[in-house]
């Protein structure tokens, strides 16, 4: 059977970049005690607020969420939290909404889209984050 | 040390007592420890953030706002000579 050839100047495909967090909602809640809306509106979006009810082990597992979305993007430490967005969709699954200039970022990064998923349990929330690198769209 | 500069060490050092949720008591670090290293998670970084402001009455410029910025006490320390600056 004859080998299939690969051309000279074909690049090596670059890693899937994933990244992962974990948060603590004790700490989320510690937070909304001490410093209310100061923290609040500094980290979260009035989507994430909405969505989550403020309840503090959902607000973790968006905090956490972002981070492993900025291990993702990499090279992202002037990134602010509230430029990355955990929203859910109209089935309740969640995706990442990237604000214009993480979204140059992640395009800089020559990135696709992000995918995330969420969980959490007895008071931990974790998150996990993937993009695919060189991504090209079907269509 | 000026007098700004130890109330700010101050302010650094009761933020992280309180909201730094530490392995190792503030008072044993030296201000170049790596406090990542010492059990500083990202989201505490928030907490000792608002903390500071709060006692210093700045705010950080979103460009400080990254984790070079709360590796040490020093770090910390020059981050809110820099937030003056920018006030």
Known sequence: MARA???????????????????????????ITAFGERYLSRVYSATERAQTGEAPVRLAARFAGKEAVLKVLRNSSDIRYDEIEIVLDAEGAPWVRLAPRAQQRANAEQLGPIAISLSHERGMALATAVAIP?????? | MSEHTYGDRLAIREALQQFGRLNRPVAE?????DLF????????????????????????PDELLNRSTFVSIEALASAIEISRGQA
């Open chain 1, 5 to 31: 050839s690969v051309g000279r100047d074909a690049k090596p495909p670059r890693p899937v970049r994933i990244g992962c967090d974990l948060a603590d909602a004790d700490a989320v809640a510690e937070s």
């Open chain 2, 29 to 33: 670090l030296a201000d170049e420890t």
């Open chain 2, 37 to 60: 290293s010492v059990g500083f998670t990202s989201h505490a970084t928030v907490n000792v953030m608002l903390a500071i402001e709060d006692a210093l009455g700045i705010e950080f």
């Open chain 1, 134 to 139: 060189d991504y090209q769209p079907l269509h």
